[in-house]
């Protein structure tokens, strides 16, 4: 089938091409009567952007690479989305690509992307050092923004959430609901969001008072199962502490499901907190009391980011930019101080 061109929809619309062109590109003026008629001759027509042709004309593609450590994680799931809604306003389409946690996968992701002609790449790098190279590498050649997770040691843009100040809102509220000592469940120390929510839990507890057993912290995966299996030998060990901090909600539903097996009551015997505040996390049982990512305004942040960066590429645009938000504690039943605000319930120390 032969492609519809501009002259057919300008003669069907009883324009100029250039006045078909600057209806479509939505540059330069036109009445709201005309721009109607081109865009339904265009539409009746069936017409079609050459994205090809555009790119060529406006040295851009509109188009952003994003490259993420698992999509199957229901918060990468969710920024990911969040970003699309934005570009989307913006006019821009969205290339994904899943690193599977591999920083060898993760460097082909991003050449791929460069090699498209992406006009810039968000990337989430899987880990904190083996991933700088090739995020150093590509951000040397088109704009880079690092979202949530950040390398070390890299000149780009970044914005996530301030990790260590979230920590400390957690162990307030712990604290709070009479906790005294508690246990760390996370990934491996191979990544900046578990390195800093641990700095922030260690660091609040000292200052609280509060005990953290050597032999209470573990470090597996961001994954339900690691959660229930860190769960299990925490309470296989003995001596429970009097709350559970996780570095993300997929290990705190797996530890909330751990202590039902157990006969162990959630809050009320133990405390649990998640991190990211993902869909699942209200629906556990019970529902969890969690931190909250502002992922609109990260994706907002993030674009912006990039948009700067694309229009300072030829110049020199001084130190990079760090933007950590301030998350929010959501707070529900799965700790003490959250479970005795609800009606007709007394929290039991």
Same mark, same amino acid.
């Given at each position: 089938m032969q492609r519809v061109t501009i002259a057919q929809v300008s003669e069907r619309a009883g324009v100029s +091409?250039? &006045?078909?062109?600057?209806?479509?590109?939505?540059?330069?003026?036109?009445?709201?009567?005309?721009?109607?008629?081109?865009?339904?001759a265009a539409e009746e027509l069936g017409y079609q952007v050459n994205p090809i042709a555009r790119a060529l004309r406006n040295s851009r593609t509109d188009t952003v690479g994003m490259v993420v450590p698992s999509i199957s994680n229901p918060f990468f799931t969710s920024l990911?989305?969040?970003?699309?809604?934005?570009?989307?306003?913006?006019?821009?389409?969205?290339?994904l690509s899943d690193a599977r946690s591999d920083p060898a996968i993760e460097a082909r992701r991003l050449s791929s992307l460069a090699a498209r002609n992406v006009d810039g790449i968000i990337v989430s790098p899987?880990?904190? &050092?083996?991933?700088?190279?090739?995020?150093q590498e590509t951000a040397d050649r088109l704009p880079l923004v690092q979202l949530d997770r950040f390398v070390g040691g890299?000149?780009? @843009?970044?914005?996530?959430? @301030?990790?260590?100040? #979230?920590m400390r809102m957690v162990m307030d509220?712990?604290?709070?609901?009479?906790?005294?000592?508690?246990?760390?469940?996370?990934? !491996?120390?191979?990544?900046?969001? +578990?390195?800093?929510?641990?700095?922030?839990?260690?660091r609040r507890a000292e200052e609280l008072g509060m005990s953290v057993r050597a032999d209470q912290v573990f470090l597996g995966d961001y994954s339900v199962d690691w959660?229930?299996?860190? #769960?299990?030998?925490?309470?296989?060990?003995?001596? !429970?502490?009097?709350?559970?901090?996780? #570095?993300d909600d997929l290990i705190a539903l797996g530890v909330t499901r751990a202590c039902r097996a157990y006969g162990i009551a959630v809050p009320d015997q133990i405390q649990v907190t998640g991190y990211d505040n993902i869909e699942f996390s209200r629906l556990g049982e019970p529902a969890l009391t969690t931190v909250d990512q502002p992922r609109d305004r990260i994706a907002e942040e993030a674009v912006r980011?990039?948009? #700067?960066?694309?229009?300072?590429?030829? +110049? @020199?645009?001084?130190?990079?930019? *760090?933007?950590?938000?301030?998350? &929010?504690?959501?707070?529900?039943?799965? +700790? *003490?101080?959250?479970?005795?605000?609800?009606?007709?319930? *007394?929290?039991?120390?």
């Open positions: +091409t250039a &006045t078909v062109s600057r209806v479509l590109s939505g540059k330069g003026p036109v009445s709201a009567a005309v721009e109607r008629r081109v865009r339904r990911v989305e969040s970003v699309e809604h934005v570009l989307e306003r913006e006019g821009k389409e969205l290339f899987s880990h904190g &050092t083996e991933s700088g190279p090739a995020v890299t000149n780009t @843009d970044w914005v996530g959430v @301030d990790d260590v100040a #979230a509220h712990l604290h709070e609901g009479g906790a005294r000592s508690a246990a760390f469940i996370g990934s !491996l120390m191979t990544n900046s969001s +578990t390195e800093q929510r641990f700095a922030g839990f260690r959660g229930e299996v860190a #769960a299990a030998r925490l309470v296989d060990a003995g001596n !429970l502490p009097d709350a559970i901090v996780c #570095a980011l990039l948009a #700067a960066a694309s229009r300072a590429a030829d +110049t @020199d645009r001084g130190p990079s930019a *760090r933007i950590a938000l301030v998350p &929010t504690l959501v707070v529900r039943d799965s +700790t *003490r101080a959250g479970a005795a605000r609800r009606p007709g319930r *007394r929290a039991q120390h």
